[in-house]
């Protein structure tokens, strides 16, 4: 079967190097043919058309045909739905079997599906391969075979079953001999796929060890930069998993702990795929929201009068990005202190974030909200003025996203915290209690 090719369906492993797929696929005499496909089912639902995350996937691709060409091949890529695209690659290629890596949210699952029903009708194989995450779905277990869904004990089994001899970087070598020898094609451009340039750069991923080694101390404070960056590469396959550990394991323990927060939130997402629209304690689905355009406004221009959520969601906006403890302060003041359904915070930041990623992004929604994976109840809320002088003690982070701040133009808090407080705390007691009845 030399004449025919094995499709690499790239996905969100935007790489040619250690890709789980490719490594398989080079265990047969086969070249390999490469393929991407502008999904339009996913690129139409996007508000933005400069999104600057079809611009990084674009400027990716770029990169890997030009790496494709000097090995004499091509990438091929397609615009349109999942369905007809592929149906054209596999009347116009040769090809005897599609690999690609796993893709664990549901849209991804059914559109998976269907592709192999494709596939099959037309006599070719089709193959996924675990290649997002160390261990997968049922990988790391309760000792009843039951999914883990604390987290500490989740990681402490993660670590246990980790072995760093096993769990490398793939080691493999492609060559002219071992990719489809075909014609280069520029890709299209963005104007083509129906996009335009962004002013959001997307920043480079940082591992160094003065970052790993100081992390644990470091990574609570907005104004220092001191984390990776890692996110919107490890969502979209630059960097791969295998090597992100790798490194990981040169820092402190917190670093490792933190890409184990991301297994965690996608095989919840995986074992409960409920928890996609609804609360994974089900309690909480009887919540009484207020649901307040207005205030919902307020929070997402930035302009509560609680500095520290309006320094982040000004960053989110400008940046496309948001530092960490400043999501949990600023997704906490949204569903507690405005008592707003933790989805639509949930959707603004999947509009909005570079790295977005459904688990991440639904797992730490819902961990502030208090109805998801959380050993704790409900009872945690956060007070932006004590996290504020906790973690920009200096106002670095705040004088940089809200200049304003101190004179007359910034506006007043929109709500006495001590009072909404009180507000979440009962509503949410309200809740529990009315499932009880
Ligand atoms: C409300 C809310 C929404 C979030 N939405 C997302 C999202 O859509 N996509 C996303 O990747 N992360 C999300 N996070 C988690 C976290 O904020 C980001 O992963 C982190 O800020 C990205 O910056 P970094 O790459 O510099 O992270 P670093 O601190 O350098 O961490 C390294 C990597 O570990 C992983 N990680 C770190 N913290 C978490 C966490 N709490 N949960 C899951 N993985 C984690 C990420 O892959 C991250 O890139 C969210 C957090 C909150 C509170």
């Not at 194989?125 to 004990?153: N, R, S, W």
């Not at 304003?404 to 709500?415: A, D, S």
């Amino acid at each position: 079967m030399k004449d025919k090719y094995n499709l690499i369906w790239l996905r969100r492993d935007l790489r040619l190097s250690d890709n789980a797929a490719v490594h398989h696929a080079l265990q047969s005499n086969r070249q390999l043919l490469f393929y991407f496909n502008f999904d339009t089912e996913i690129l139409d639902q996007l508000e933005n058309r400069a999104d600057a995350r079809v611009n990084f996937i674009h400027s990716e691709l770029q990169k890997i045909n030009h790496q494709l060409g000097k090995l004499g091949s091509s990438l091929v890529v397609k615009l349109g739905l999942a369905r007809e695209c592929m149906t054209q690659v596999l009347q116009e290629y040769p090809i005897a079997k599609v690999y690609a890596n796993k893709d664990y949210e549901l849209f991804a699952i059914d559109r998976d599906k269907s592709i192999e029903n494709i596939c099959k009708s037309q006599q070719v194989e089709f193959q996924l391969y675990k290649d997002q995450v160390i261990f997968e779905e049922q990988e790391i277990t309760k000792k009843d075979g039951k999914a883990y869904t604390i987290y500490t004990p989740y990681m402490k089994k993660w670590r246990s079953e980790f072995d760093s001899t096993v769990h490398q970087p793939l080691e493999y070598k492609l060559s002219s001999s071992n990719t489809a020898q075909i014609e280069w094609k520029k890709m299209p451009s963005l104007e083509d796929i129906r996009f335009t340039n962004s002013s959001i750069k997307i920043p480079a991923f940082n591992l160094s060890s003065e970052m790993l080694n100081n992390y644990e101390a470091r990574r609570n404070f907005p104004a220092l930069k001191a984390t990776s960056n890692l996110g919107v590469h490890l969502r979209f396959g630059t960097i791969s998993i295998r090597k992100a550990v790798q490194e990981a394991l040169k820092g402190d323990d917190q670093f490792l702990n933190e890409l184990i927060w991301r297994e965690f939130f996608i095989q919840i997402l995986a074992n409960f795929p409920k928890v996609e629209t609804e609360c994974f304690k089900s309690a909480y689905n009887n919540m009484e929201w207020i649901n307040n355009e207005k205030d919902f406004e307020k929070w997402t221009n930035g302009k509560t009068g609680f500095p520290i959520v309006d320094a982040g969601m000004r960053e989110l906006k400008a940046t496309g990005n948001m530092h960490n403890r400043v999501r949990m302060i600023a997704a906490s003041f949204l569903v507690k202190d405005l008592l707003i359904d933790w989805r639509w915070g949930e959707a603004y930041f999947a509009n909005h974030l570079l790295d977005y990623d459904l688990a991440a992004n639904n797992g730490n929604w819902q961990w502030v909200a208090g109805c998801g994976c959380d050993a704790a109840p409900y009872f945690r809320v956060f007070n932006p003025t004590e996290q504020q002088k906790k973690f920009d003690p200096d106002m670095e982070y705040i004088r940089k996203w809200v200049p304003e701040f101190g004179t007359e133009k910034y506006p007043k808090q929109m709500i006495d915290h001590k009072f909404a407080r009180i507000r979440a705390l009962e509503t949410y007691k309200k809740a529990l209690q009315s499932e009880l009845i």
